[in-house]
């Protein structure tokens, strides 16, 4: 009965509950780098990273690949634990993907800001955007 209770006045007050994108719910973002900047940027998306509080899991400079998540004790915001995949292909792809848990109303406002670090860490990471000093 508590559990009812509980329940109901959690969905009048409109609570928020936890949410989660796992890798491959969210459309990855595909930008591009010239072929022979490739290890270049694999190397800024170390940095960047780690900048932002990712801690890298798997690196493989020759598959391009990165797969980070981010310290928990680096933020204390709604996406803490945040995990991000860097792919970049020999042509210059640059793929990153995103994935996430938070505590949001609904499933729509922790896409929307799982989107927002998505462009962000593409934008630095391929350098079209300037970076924080």
Known sequence: MTKLVLA??????ACATPQAFRPGDLPPLVSR??????VATWNRAITVLLDEG?????????????????????????LAGTMVIVTIS????????IAGVGVYHDESQLAHDLQ???A??????????????
Request: proline share 8%; net charge negative; aromatic share 4%.
């Open 33 to 38: 780098v010239a072929p022979d900047q490739r």
């Open 90 to 97: 020999p042509e210059g792809a640059v793929r990153v993907e």
């Open 54 to 78: 990712y801690v890298p899991q798997v690196l493989n400079q020759e598959a391009a690949y990165i797969s980070a998540k981010q310290r928990d004790d680096a933020s204390n915001d709604e």
């Open 116 to 118: 927002q670090v998505q």
């Open 8 to 13: 109901v006045s959690c969905l009048l007050a």
């Open 120 to 133: 962000r860490l593409t934008a630095e990471i391929t350098g079209s955007a300037p970076r924080p000093s």
